[in-house]
């Protein structure tokens, strides 16, 4: 919206100056344009850097039963959650911790991820 408002104020601008519409125009479009292109640059440079890290990484959940697939119900922010171990071969017992999040499942692990 930002680019919009920058590229109609230049055809106001040009309006001002006294050139003719079809000017105006084009001006307002080029400006829409280039401006459109800077910005997804920028952010194309902005997300390639930034790491997928979600603050429920490391966070201490508690068991609450385990179904017959392996599949743990577990209690977390105030509602039941999905969750699965991260190896089959971690006991069931003991606190967990969230290494993961695959859709709305957690991956669980007995160690606290960094």
């Known amino acids: 919206m930002l680019i919009i408002s920058i590229a109609l104020g230049l055809a106001g601008?040009?309006?001002?100056?006294?050139?003719n519409l079809?000017?105006?125009i084009m001006l307002s479009a080029a400006a829409s344009i280039i401006g459109t292109v800077i910005l997804r640059r920028m952010k194309g440079m902005h997300t390639g850097?930034?790491?997928?890290?979600?603050?429920?990484?490391?966070?201490?959940v508690r068991v609450i039963s385990w179904l017959e697939d392996g599949v743990a119900r577990v209690h977390y922010r105030g509602t039941e959650w999905d969750a699965e171990l991260e190896s089959s071969s971690v006991p069931r017992d003991g606190?967990?911790?969230?290494?993961?999040i695959q859709g709305s499942k957690l991956i669980l692990t007995p160690y606290k991820p960094h």
């Open 95 to 100: 606190v967990f911790y969230i290494k993961a």
């Open 13 to 19: 601008i040009a309006a001002l100056l006294g050139l």
């Open 49 to 60: 850097k930034m790491i997928s890290q979600s603050l429920d990484i490391g966070q201490s």
């Open 22 to 24: 079809p000017f105006q």
